[in-house]
């Protein structure tokens, strides 16, 4: 089967699984039609998301690349149908915190949806099928919030209109979803083997230590998880890309969680400048185009990609703090478009440089690992900020900041260490 077939239907899968029109109104939706107070949502309800979702992705990486994939995608697509079915049934704190439990699963099952496409097509096209990817999903993001936008804006359409078409949408991603070609184990071990020789100059595997079965392959596969994990962090390029990955993916997730409250301090209880929909919008389409073009870029990332992450992350700290002493709502609007563009760029560049380090099928592993680290350092920054010292919305983002900040101080001393140290060496022999 040709890979664009399943490069294709993966990108539809993907824009129908974004298209949810009311994520941009979660915080509105739960505070003016359920009335959920804003510390109900902030102490009870959006924290359990955050904890969830650290415990959904254990199993989410150590059984992706197992299953092959396509059933933890069905998982996923299974469980963002029943968030929805929880906020139009549900009217109470329970149901909204059973909704955030649910939702955690179906953001832990994107590690599949990452991992897929890579055991479809050759290692020549995994930066194409990365950007295609990532840019299918915010295709998706950026069509249902100017569709929510406009319905909500006219009075065409209540929030719980919203909830009606985004269970729709899902609906028709978990059909498309059972159409994606199955993941061939044999393939896998295939695929493996072609790696292992390409990136590591390995010996081929003998006939021996290649499974006879799909059992034997799990096997394999379980056991090797040790092994895929020093293999591949003991790979410093690899390291480097997940240790920003990690970070930032943290920040970012906690700057979503928590941005729409910070919007409510300035945002007119009738909703007449609630243009939340629009700028949602606005920043995966904007960052689509952006990942496209970087993705035909000449850029050699291995060499500068330490400048570029810690100007990101000085970028996005400076933004951060913009954000939350911001008396103006367009200024918010404003640079919370320019961090979440960054963000995506970015994360776009990590992931091809990962994946053409990988040397096995253990995409699924990788990225979960990576997400499983920036989810353990979201719970310690949620438990302390907002759990434990109780910081106010405008002093959290403050915080947030000052975390990427720090984030571009610790990539600045690994640029000074591997390209100003060696020259500052050699300068000093040679005198």
Known sequence: MAWWYSAVLLCAFGVLKEFRLTEPYFYNYQHDDLHLSDSVLNDEVYPIWTYGYLIALVPALLLSDVLLY?????????????VWVTLIFGKDKLSQQLGQAIYSIATASEVAYF???YVKVDRSKYSRVTAWTRAALLAGKCTSYVLAEVLILTKA???QTLNYITISALGLAFTLALFLPQVSWKAV????????????NATPLSPNQVPENYWGFCKDTMLSLKENLVIHYSNKSILKWSLWWAMATCGELQVGNYAQTLWGQLQDSDGDNNLNGFIEASCPFIAMIAILAVERSPINWSHWGEIGLVIAALIDGALLI???QAQQLWLMYVVYVCFRVFYQIMITIAQANIVTEIASHAYGFVFGINTLVALLLQSLLTAIAVQWIKLDIRPQFVTYGLYHVAISIIFASVAVK???????VKLWRSS
């Not at 069905?74 to 469980?79: S, V």
């Open 157 to 159: 359409a209540s929030y």
């Open 322 to 324: 913009i954000m939350s």
């Open 115 to 117: 991992a897929y496409i």
């Open 189 to 200: 071990v295939t695929r493996n083997i072609e790696g292992q020789v390409t990136i590591r």
């Open 70 to 82: 396509k059933p933890v995608i069905l998982l996923g697509a299974t469980a963002y149908v029943s």
């Open 418 to 424: 591997r390209l100003v140290i060696p020259k500052l």
